[in-house]
T-cell receptor, first 111, second 115 residues
Framework: AQSVTQLDSQVPVFEEAPVELRCNYS??????LFWYVQYPNQGLQLLLK??????LVKGINGFEAEFNKSQTSFHLRKPSVHISDTAEYFC?????????FGSGTRLQVQP | DAGITQSPRHKVTETGTPVTLRCHQT?????MYWYRQDPGHGLRLIHY???????DKGEVSDGYSVSRSKTEDFLLTLESATSSQTSVYFC??????????????FGPGTRLLVL
């Protein structure tokens, strides 16, 4: 069975600072990975996805993630965060057409 | 916007009562899913459907049933609601090619409180 671990439950950061949200996965088969964002009291929005090809994936709102097969990681990064990036971020892996999610990382951007 | 609506958006009910949540899509996608979201657990799969009348269980299916009589509608029923089923419920659809490279898009969620 596939699983996803998000190592940080909360990440506080100051506005305009860089941020990295960590995600590790376990899988014995081909891996397709996703990052979703959830703003307060809203549904989940797709940020980016890795299906194949380049290991550096660019998403919406200036986020990017790098697929690292040897380290089984798919960390999410942004070089300069804004207050509006305050949200919860979920890493997920797809298996048999269903998503397995990590427990989420709450990004708190402070002025 | 993936054309997914959920109803109701909020519901308060009492322990032991049946509850049905509805997910509606406008784009005739074959695969539909129900997840629940709880603090510290992310989202967990309850049931999914791969076509009309074709459904299967997910990780946390106990106490839930589903039905899909039309492509556009996927219903989740709590047969006898319990306080442990207080949660936020999300419906999703799967879009894309076969072979695992699909992308899931989510509805706005239903917030359920069982007293």
């Amino acid at each position: 069975a596939q699983s996803v671990t998000q190592l940080d439950s909360q990440v506080p950061v100051f506005e305009e600072a860089p941020v990295e949200l960590r995600c590790n996965y376990s899988s014995s088969v081909s891996v397709y990975l996703f990052w979703y964002v959830q703003y307060p009291n809203q549904g989940l929005q797709l940020l980016l996805k890795y299906l194949s090809g380049s290991t550096l994936v660019k998403g919406i709102n200036g986020f990017e993630a790098e697929f690292n097969k040897s380290q089984t990681s798919f960390h999410l990064r942004k070089p300069s965060v804004h207050i509006s990036d305050t949200a919860e971020y979920f890493c997920a892996v797809i298996s048999r057409r269903a998503l397995t999610f990590g427990s989420g990382t709450r990004l708190q951007v402070q002025p | 916007d993936a054309g997914i609506t959920q109803s109701p958006r909020h519901k308060v009910t009492e322990t032991g009562t049946p509850v049905t949540l509805r997910c509606h899509q406008t784009e005739n996608h074959r695969y539909m899913y129900w997840y629940r979201q709880d603090p510290g657990h992310g989202l967990r799969l309850i049931h999914y459907s791969y076509g009309v009348k074709d459904t299967d269980k997910g990780e946390v299916s106990d106490g839930y049933s589903v039905s899909r009589s039309k492509t556009e509608d996927f219903l989740l029923t709590l047969e006898s609601a319990t306080s442990s089923q207080t949660s936020v419920y999300f419906c999703a659809i799967s879009v894309g090619t076969s072979g695992g490279q699909e992308t899931q898009y989510f509805g706005p969620g239903t917030r359920l409180l069982v007293l």
